[in-house]
């Protein structure tokens, strides 16, 4: 008796340090995903603010971020981009670096948050098996970004309810969707985490009277709204036009009317609660699937699945996909062009505010050379 005492007691000493070892192991890699990506302001940028500028319950916590403003000094329109509400969507948030290190503007105000959920990058979903980061060798040398999760970091937020019901509108939905900010517009001072990074959000977007928003995001690819624009009815006519625009420069994308029904999603609750013409854009992400295979950088930053393969062949996705894949750089290059098709529609529309952005590649050079050159 004595003697099994004894072993159990050496036993739950070595399993004791063996998990102290592996904590101690796993601890450093866990801890750097709470530190920024290092991005580089390019030659528009004129200031850098922060959310809690425009309101001041997130200051100090992890859900603060940057707000790069890119001000031309012409007057002009105002607009806001959104990357990185779902930080396992890494189109959407690359294509806002781009901006950032790239964009010139000559009329109008453009300003880009590049981590709208900075808390979602900080961790990685569970079960799910994705690398932390990704890298891109650039010609300014390996750039390493997060790849984080679809939403606020637990440890920020939590626990969640058994029942998420949207503040404003009452709906209600899964526990887990608490954490989405893209479930949490319009926000509330008052309201949890997530609802006060959105409220910070919208606050931005009456402040600074933006004249158009749009939140960049990916999809699976066996997901039916994928490649496409969602818009508010209010921000129909200028999507029209985007989608129009894309097909003449063979970019396919589908437009999508913003459902009154589905509440919490920025392109819904902005464009009721705020003046600002709101756009959600969808592109191809197969690290997001439940069909794919391994899930690593390669998949991330090349976009290639055999498995994939096999699905598009059985005619169970919504895209194309061949041995080729959806590559980051083509993902990102679609974002951009969408983005710059805004700009140039919204100027088309209102000619007496101008929104001109210059300085960023065309498609064709991204598909090409990917995205080494501009970072």
Same mark, same amino acid.
Request: proline share 7%; net charge negative; charged share 20%.
């Given at each position: !008796?004595?003697?099994?005492?004894?072993? %159990?007691? @050496?036993?739950?000493?070595?399993?004791?340090?063996?998990?102290?070892?592996?904590?101690?192991?796993?601890?450093?890699? #866990? &801890?750097?995903? =709470?530190?920024?990506?290092? &991005? =580089?302001?390019?030659?528009?940028?004129?200031?850098?603010?922060?959310?809690?500028?425009?309101?001041?319950? @997130?200051?100090?916590?992890?859900?603060?971020?940057?707000?790069?403003?890119?001000?031309?000094?012409?007057?002009?329109?105002?607009?806001?981009?959104?990357?990185?509400?779902?930080?396992?969507?890494?189109?959407? #948030? !690359?294509?806002?670096?781009?901006?950032?290190?790239?964009?010139?503007?000559?009329?109008?105000?453009?300003?880009?948050?590049?981590?709208?959920?900075?808390?979602?990058?900080?961790?990685?979903?569970?079960?799910?098996?994705?690398?932390?980061?990704?890298?891109?060798?650039?010609?300014?040398?390996?750039?390493?970004?997060?790849?984080?999760?679809?939403?606020?970091?637990?440890?920020?937020?939590?626990?969640?309810?058994?029942?998420?019901?949207?503040?404003?509108?009452?709906?209600?939905?899964?526990?887990?969707?608490?954490?989405?900010?893209?479930?949490?517009?319009?926000?509330?001072?008052?309201?949890?985490?997530?609802?006060?990074?959105? #409220?910070?959000?919208?606050?931005? @977007? $009456?402040?600074?009277?933006?004249?158009?928003?749009?939140?960049?995001?990916?999809?699976?690819?066996?997901?039916?709204?994928?490649?496409?624009?969602?818009?508010?009815?209010?921000?129909?006519?200028?999507?029209?036009?985007?989608?129009?625009?894309?097909?003449?420069? %063979?970019?396919?994308?589908?437009?999508?009317?913003?459902?009154?029904?589905?509440?919490?999603?920025?392109? =819904?609750?902005?464009?009721?609660?705020?003046?600002?013409?709101?756009?959600?854009?969808?592109?191809?992400?197969?690290?997001?699937?439940?069909?794919?295979?391994?899930?690593?950088?390669?998949?991330?930053?090349?976009?290639?699945?055999?498995? #994939?393969?096999?699905?598009?062949?059985?005619? $169970?996705?919504?895209?194309?996909?061949?041995?080729?894949?959806?590559?980051?750089?083509?993902?990102?290059?679609?974002?951009?062009?969408? &983005?710059?098709?805004?700009?140039?529609?919204?100027?088309?529309?209102?000619?007496?505010?101008? &929104?001109?952005?210059?300085?960023?590649?065309?498609?064709?050079? !991204?598909?090409?050379?990917?995205?080494?050159?501009?970072?």
């Amino acid at each position: !008796m004595e003697r099994t005492k004894k072993n %159990n007691t @050496i036993l739950s000493i070595l399993l004791l340090a063996a998990a102290a070892a592996v904590i101690a192991a796993v601890t450093p890699s #866990y &801890l750097s995903m =709470r530190k920024p990506d290092a &991005l =580089r302001k390019g030659p528009g940028v004129t200031s850098v603010a922060k959310l809690s500028d425009y309101f001041p319950g @997130i200051k100090g916590s992890s859900g603060d971020t940057d707000v790069y403003v890119l001000d031309s000094g012409v007057p002009g329109g105002s607009a806001l981009v959104l990357g990185g509400t779902h930080a396992n969507e890494p189109a959407g #948030y !690359m294509a806002a670096v781009l901006f950032v290190e790239n964009a010139v503007p000559k009329a109008g105000r453009l300003f880009v948050i590049p981590y709208a959920n900075a808390s979602a990058a900080t961790h990685a979903d569970p079960m799910e098996g994705t690398p932390r980061r990704f890298t891109i060798a650039a010609a300014s040398g390996e750039r390493s970004f997060r790849f984080g999760s679809r939403a606020t970091n637990p440890a920020d937020q939590w626990p969640d309810p058994d029942i998420y019901i949207h503040a404003s509108s009452g709906q209600q939905l899964s526990g887990s969707e608490t954490r989405n900010l893209n479930r949490a517009y319009p926000g509330r001072p008052d309201g949890t985490f997530t609802e006060k990074v959105a #409220y910070a959000i919208t606050s931005l @977007i $009456r402040k600074e009277k933006i004249d158009v928003t749009v939140d960049l995001h990916e999809a699976s690819p066996e997901y039916p709204v994928i490649n496409a624009v969602v818009a508010h009815e209010r921000a129909m006519p200028l999507a029209s036009e985007v989608v129009l625009t894309l097909e003449l420069d %063979n970019i396919l994308m589908g437009l999508e009317p913003s459902p009154k029904s589905l509440r919490g999603l920025s392109h =819904r609750e902005l464009g009721d609660s705020t003046d600002t013409l709101a756009l959600l854009m969808e592109d191809t992400n197969p690290a997001q699937g439940r069909l794919r295979g391994k899930t690593d950088e390669a998949l991330i930053v090349e976009g290639k699945d055999e498995l #994939y393969v096999r699905a598009q062949k059985l005619g $169970r996705l919504f895209v194309p996909f061949d041995e080729n894949g959806w590559p980051l750089s083509t993902r990102v290059g679609r974002h951009v062009s969408a &983005l710059m098709a805004t700009f140039e529609a919204f100027t088309n529309q209102t000619p007496d505010k101008p &929104l001109v952005i210059e300085g960023m590649p065309a498609f064709d050079e !991204m598909a090409a050379g990917g995205m080494a050159k501009y970072l």
